[in-house]
C-alpha cells in the first residue's frame, strides 16, 4: 500500500523566513500527491495537489513539485507568515479502486511574529 | 454551501460503553471517509462509503462499524470502548469519492474522550 515519509516537527519560524517541509513517499504506479493543512480546531482542507509527474501545485503561495525520480513532494513557502501556522500532512494516492488516503504524520508549523 | 458538519463536536465516555457519532456530508456528495486522528498514530483511514456500501475499510478491529443513508449521511458506532479510543474522529466528504478527481471536504471532527 502507499506510505508516505514526512519530515517530523516542531518547526518554528520567523515571520517572512523560508520554509521548507519534507515529503517522500511509497506507492504503486504514477500517485497523485496532495498536500493538506489542518488549523487549530479545525479539520484538514486541501491545500494542493499535483497529478503526474513534474506538475507543480500551488496554493496561498505555497509550492511543491511532483519528483517522481526522487518520489518526493516537498512543500515550499517563500515567505511565512503568523496565519500560516498549522500542521501540515502530504498523502500519496495510488489511485484505482483505493477510495482512502494515507497521511504522512504531519508537521507542526509555528510562525511567530 | 453549508460543509460537512459533525456532531456532537465533543463526547466524553468511559471503558465499555458504546458510542455513535455522525456526519451530514455537503450537499449532493455520495462518499463519505472516516478517520481516527490521535497524537501517536496519526491519521489513520477507518472506513468508506458511497451510495450507502462500505467499499474500503481500514485496519481497525470489529468494534468499529459504520453505516450511511440513503441521503448520504453517515454515523460510525464504536462498541466496547477501550481508553486507545480516544481521539478526533474525521469525516470527510466528496462527490464520489476518487482523491485524484474529487476534492474530500473535512469536517471539525468529534473529539471523543473515554474515562
Known amino acids: 500500500g502507499d506510505s508516505v515519509t514526512q519530515m517530523e516537527g516542531p518547526v518554528t519560524l520567523s515571520e517572512e523566513a523560508f520554509l521548507t517541509i519534507n515529503c517522500t513517499y511509497t506507492?504503486?504506479?504514477?500517485?497523485?500527491l496532495f498536500w493538506y493543512v489542518q488549523y487549530p480546531g479545525e479539520g484538514l482542507q486541501l491545500l494542493l495537489k499535483a497529478t503526474k509527474a513534474d506538475d507543480k501545485g500551488s496554493n496561498k503561495g505555497f509550492e511543491a513539485t511532483y519528483r517522481k525520480e526522487t518520489t518526493s513532494f516537498h512543500l515550499e513557502k517563500g515567505s511565512v507568515q503568523v496565519s500560516d501556522s498549522a500542521v501540515y500532512f502530504c498523502a500519496p494516492h495510488s489511485g484505482g479502486s483505493n477510495y482512502k488516503l494515507t497521511f504522512g504524520k504531519g508537521t507542526l508549523l509555528t510562525v511567530n511574529p | 454551501k453549508a460543509g460537512v458538519t459533525q456532531t456532537p463536536r465533543y463526547l466524553i465516555k468511559t471503558r465499555g460503553q458504546q458510542v455513535t457519532l455522525s456526519c451530514s456530508p455537503i450537499s449532493g456528495h455520495r462518499s463519505v471517509s472516516w478517520y481516527q486522528q490521535t497524537p501517536g498514530q496519526g491519521l489513520q483511514f477507518l472506513f468508506e462509503y458511497f451510495s450507502e456500501t462500505q467499499r474500503n475499510k481500514g485496519n481497525f478491529p470489529g468494534r468499529f462499524s459504520g453505516r450511511q443513508f440513503s441521503n448520504s449521511r453517515s454515523e460510525m458506532n464504536v462498541s466496547t470502548l477501550e481508553l486507545g479510543d480516544s481521539a478526533l474522529y474525521l469525516c470527510?466528504?466528496?462527490?464520489?469519492?476518487?482523491?485524484?478527481?474529487?476534492?474530500?471536504?473535512f469536517g471539525p471532527g468529534t473529539r471523543l474522550t473515554v474515562l
Open positions: 506507492a504503486t504506479g504514477y500517485p497523485s
Open positions: 470527510a466528504s466528496s462527490l464520489a469519492g476518487t482523491p485524484t478527481r474529487d476534492t474530500q471536504y
